[in-house]
């Protein structure tokens, strides 16, 4: 068990140092255009990404639609409706709820 504890510490001192050697080497120094482009559009294609798989990816490792699908598409078409947010939850979850218990 102290291994354990012993390997959890270290990956968490790694993890902090890698995080913080950025800010440390780059300091003050402005990013090239091109890279600051590739940044702007990484967090939403990762976000896409991941509601894609969250949503679509099976325990097969394939992809399948569900119930979940319905949900996230009722939330769009509240979105698009301009809802506000809590009704848009309310709605995807309602809509996701009702589908798995048909």
Known sequence: M???WL???????GGFVLKAA???LLGG???PPQAGAVIA???????AALVVVDVFGTSERTLAIDETAGG???AA???YAKLPMIVVVIIAAAVTAGLRAL
């Open 7 to 13: 390997m959890i510490g270290l990956l968490a001192i």
């Open 22 to 24: 950025g800010p440390v």
């Open 2 to 4: 102290t291994t354990v």
């Open 29 to 31: 120094r402005d990013l």
């Open 77 to 79: 078409v509240a979105l």
């Open 41 to 47: 559009r990484l967090a939403p294609s990762l976000l």
């Open 72 to 74: 996230v598409l009722a």
